[in-house]
């Protein structure tokens, strides 16, 4: 099998040089360049098609959010990781909504830095389960007045499908989701993987992420 090529993009030296040295000590990843700022980032993901860009938040010059929307522009083929310090629920959703396939903070072990890394070039979404958490804590709070997207991709799920897409939003898991509805979770997988088709969204993750802004959150 092919490596995964890695591009990382931090303004930090000794923080890439350091993920550097861990990703080269494990078979099946290779690390094809470096950036400093998020506009060298593109410039360098433009030149080298990696799988999987990790891409810190905030940084000096061109930021990672910026950067993250032009690679997704112009790089669709290319899955982008932020790694980043920051443990916002803003910051993660504003990166999920611009197309970000995961979200890892920069504490995790190396392990799980590994099989995200696995995760997200083959298309899945990954978080830091703290993050994830939080996400989960921000979508029970009381909402906010906001506007509500309207989107007619919502009216294809089926009662089931808007049930389970709603108990994902609140950070239930296949196996949580199975137990309280009396399923079996392979059917749970069937019905998200039909969410997420009829919504043309990546993962669940985003998928958590629609249900909050086309209000859905409120229904449970």
Do not use: W
Not at 106 to 111: F, G
Not at 114 to 132: D, K, T, Y
Not at 198 to 211: D, E, F, S, T, W
């Amino acid at each position: 099998m092919k490596p995964i090529r890695i591009l990382i993009v931090d303004d930090h030296t000794l923080f890439r040089s350091g993920i550097k040295l861990v990703l080269q000590r494990h078979p099946g990843f290779e690390v094809v360049g470096e950036a400093g700022d998020g506009l060298e980032g593109v410039k360098r993901a433009k030149q080298l098609q990696p799988d999987v860009v990790l891409l810190d938040l905030h940084m000096s010059g061109t930021g990672g959010l910026e950067a993250l929307r032009l690679l997704v522009e112009d790089l669709p083929e290319t899955q982008v990781v932020m790694l980043t310090v920051s443990e916002d629920a803003d910051d993660l959703l504003e990166t999920l909504r611009a197309g970000a396939r995961g979200y890892l903070l920069k504490n995790i072990d190396t392990e799980f830095l590994l099989e995200s890394i696995r995760r997200a070039a083959r298309g899945e979404s990954v978080m830091s389960p703290q993050i994830a958490h939080k996400l989960a804590d921000s979508l029970r709070a009381p909402p906010k007045s906001k506007v509500v997207i309207a989107d007619d991709n919502l009216d294809k799920l089926s009662p089931r499908e808007r049930e389970i897409i709603i108990m994902l939003a609140h950070g239930d898991s296949n196996k949580e989701i199975a137990r309280a509805l009396c399923l079996s979770e392979s059917t749970i997988k069937i019905h998200v993987q039909g969410i997420l088709r009829k919504l043309n969204i990546a993962g669940r993750v985003q998928a958590a992420v629609y249900a909050v802004e086309h209000g859905l959150i409120s229904e449970k």
